[in-house]
C-alpha cells in the first residue's frame, strides 16, 4: 500500500521523498542531486508527508503505526522495515537477516 501511494506521488513530490527517506539523503544532498533549492527540497517533503498521511488514512492503513516508521526512524530501518514487510505479507519472507549499521539513537557504529 506504501509502495503504490509513493508511486502515485507526482514526480515532484515523490523524488526529493525517496532520496531523503529511502536513500538516507539530507535536504542539501538531495537538493544537490535534483538541482533544487534546499527549501523546494524541504517544502516538497513536507508537502509529500502530507499527501501519503491523506491518502494511507482514506485506504484504511492504521496512521498511527506507519508515522513512526515514516518519519521518526533513521531512513534506513524504515527502508528495511517496509521490505521485510512487504516479504512477510506476500509470504516470501523465509529468512531476515538482520544488520545494524547505526545505533537506535542514529549515531553510526
Do not use: I
Not at 488514512?57 to 514487510?85: D, E, N
Amino acid at each position: 500500500m506504501l509502495h503504490e501511494e509513493l508511486a502515485r506521488l507526482p514526480e515532484r513530490y515523490r523524488a526529493p521523498m525517496l532520496l531523503c527517506f529511502f536513500e538516507g539523503l539530507s535536504h542539501a544532498e538531495a537538493a544537490h542531486r535534483l538541482g533544487w533549492p534546499v527549501g523546494s527540497v524541504a517544502g516538497r517533503v513536507a508537502r509529500a508527508k502530507d499527501m501519503l498521511a491523506t491518502r494511507l488514512t482514506r485506504r484504511g492503513a492504521p496512521l498511527a503505526l506507519l508515522t513512526p516508521v515514516l518519519f521518526a526512524v533513521p531512513p534506513s530501518f524504515a527502508s528495511a522495515t517496509t521490505h521485510a514487510a512487504g516479504a512477510f505479507a506476500t509470504g516470501a519472507l523465509r529468512s531476515f537477516p538482520v544488520s545494524f549499521s547505526t545505533s537506535p539513537d542514529g549515531r553510526s557504529g
